[in-house]
């Protein structure tokens, strides 16, 4: 309506609503909301904004100017779809859960957190920039992240990274790495990692890479540097041995 959206107070619920070409966030919800089956799209700012300790779940935001959801710390975000938003398709803050997502084309990260969150059976492909981006102490584990532009699972320090499945990424910056972690003590473990330029990268110490697959990585399948402890993974199947970064 070129107006504003749904601006909610704390301890709100929002359910089954369409907020479409607003001049400000779709639907921006404070401290302890619900919001639960609704649609933003082609909103000005955010398609979906809360603050603290919100609920997001069965809801898309597609076109939206800057992210699609944007949720605030010890927030979840549930089974939700975001699409062609112009900045990141998910942002959460510390400690959220974002569970059963997808985010495609969307114009930076699909889905991008900050400390201690969990990322779980997502799917992000085909955004602009990273799949997945996961600052200090997440996990990431059965998600599937595709033809990125840039970086497909990118990682900061004490993060678990396991059962993902990365390929084709760096479509844009024609050099992108499956997994990487540039910081300490990450576990990246059974994953499988495919047709990336770099298939697994860490530049920290003290990781630890083992039990993943990494095969059809057209420059190194590991790019591993010194002090991180490698497992099974040491060499790859296809002959291109561990680098060293």
């Keep these: 309506n070129g107006l504003e959206g749904l601006n909610c107070g704390p301890n709100s619920t929002v359910v089954n609503c369409t907020v479409l070409s607003n001049g400000s966030d779709g639907i921006a919800a404070a ?10 799209q082609s909103n000005t700012g955010n398609g979906i904004s809360t603050t ?26 549930n089974g939700c779809t975001v699409y062609s938003n ?34 779980t059976s997502c799917t992000a492909r085909r955004n602009d920039g990273r799949g997945i981006f ?15 532009g840039a970086d497909g699972i990118d990682a900061a320090s004490d993060c678990q990274i396991r059962h993902n499945n990365s390929r084709q990424n760096g479509r844009l ?3 992108g790495t499956g997994i990487l972690t540039s910081g300490a ?10 047709a990336n330029v770099y298939g697994i990268a860490c530049y920290g110490a003290g990781n630890i890479v083992i039990r993943n697959t990494a ?9 591993i540097g010194t002090g991180n402890g490698v497992g099974v993974t040491g060499v790859a199947p296809d002959g291109h041995s561990t680098g060293s970064a």
């Design 31 to 40: 401290d302890g909301s619900v919001v639960s089956g609704c649609a933003a």
């Design 52 to 77: 603290l300790g919100c609920t997001v779940s069965g809801c898309s935001a597609v076109a939206n100017t800057l992210h699609g959801i944007s949720a605030g710390s010890a927030s979840t975000v």
């Design 86 to 119: 112009l900045q990141r398709g998910i942002n959460m803050g510390d400690g959220c859960t974002a569970k059963d997502c997808t985010a495609r084309s969307n114009g930076t990260d699909g889905i991008f957190t900050a400390d201690d969150c969990t990322v």
């Design 134 to 148: 996961a600052d200090t102490g997440n996990t990431v584990s059965e998600c599937t992240v595709a033809f990125n």
């Design 173 to 175: 910056i024609g050099g």
């Design 185 to 194: 003590n990450n576990r990246i473990d059974e994953n499988n990692v495919t």
């Design 215 to 223: 095969r059809g990585n057209t420059t190194a399948n590991y790019l």
